[in-house]
């Protein structure tokens, strides 16, 4: 396993962002699932 962070500071604002893959899927999946759970109940 890798020790590099999921995620890191931004280089331009507050917060952090995704630095790898790991980080991406985690960020991606609930708006994936908001958007999914929208469109089938509408």
């Not at 917060?15 to 999914?36: C, E, F, S, Y």
Request: avoid cysteine; glycine fraction near 10%; proline fraction near 7%.
């Amino acid at each position: 396993m890798s020790d590099k962070k999921w995620f890191g500071p931004k280089r331009v604002g507050v917060g952090l962002r995704p630095q790898t893959w790991q980080g991406w899927v985690i960020t991606l999946a609930p708006a994936i699932v908001i958007v999914v759970v929208t469109l089938v109940l509408a």
